[in-house]
């Protein structure tokens, strides 16, 4: 009898549970969602097109500048333009090298950029430290007369600076080129701005442990403004790079001109110009340039997306 009512039971409790039904609809809703329609794939190829062309005129007289400098002085105007890279880029070099010293006009190049930019780092970082973490009388009207130099037109400043020099001596030197590029306004302003965000806790943490100043600063401080510092040694050595108007009027000497200076001085008549060698020395004038770029691209990136980060 026992057995009997257990069954009974068993049996009434099966048909009391409800059977579970297969979300058929549901799967059949979820397949049909994960097919795209093919027009809503094709929705995004027109901007897809007209970025690539963007791209491609940007990229494009570039290109024209790479070809143009591995082919001869007399096929760099012909039409249709060749696209295609010539055999005369080492001709046009050794004509550079006889017309100007290829070699001593790009280090020369190289030294003045070299030192101003690692000048200008040090420089904007002292400062901008200084004025980021120090409390002192008159910080706020220094720092606003520092930062309204910066619409100054450089231009305005060239008579004064050779004046400067010419009293000082220092015409026709490195020091005049290095000297007036070592205080940036703008690479002051942007440690400040960036060191401003540091907390003043991890600072004291490290006085604290007896730390000085200067061990603060390149201890604590700079290795946390790597991507910051990575991204102004960037600027700062393409402005220093591609100057041109203060070292025509600073130096005198062939033996001093930079690499922009000395292309310049090929210019002529369009009958004795080498254009051939021009475009060589130009193309080959961008190389330091990307090499910089490349080596410190993650730390440019990171930097430029430091302020755009933060909560």
Known sequence: MTSKSETSKRETSKRETPKRETPKRETSKSQASERVNPLKRLRGWPLTFLLAGITGLSIAPFYWLVVASTRKDTEVFDWPPKLLPGGSLG???S????KIGLLRVVGNSLLVAGVQTLGALVVALLAGYAFAKFRFRGRTLLFALLFSTLVVPEQVTLVPLFKMMTNFGLLDTYQALILPGLCVPFAIFLMRQS??????????AARVDGAGEFRVLFSVVVPVMRPVLAALSIFLFLGSWNQFVW???ALRSPAMHTLPVALATLHGNKSNTDYGAILSGTALSTLPMMVLFLVLQRQF?????????KG
Not at 195 to 204: A, G, I, N, Q, R
Not at 301 to 309: E, F, M, R, V
């Open 301 to 309: 990136i990171s930097g430029l997306l430091a302020g755009a980060t």
């Open 247 to 249: 070292p025509l009027i």
């Open 95 to 98: 004509h550079l090298e006889q």
């Open 195 to 204: 060191l401003s965000s540091l907390p003043d806790e991890l600072l004291d």
């Open 91 to 93: 001709e046009n070099l």
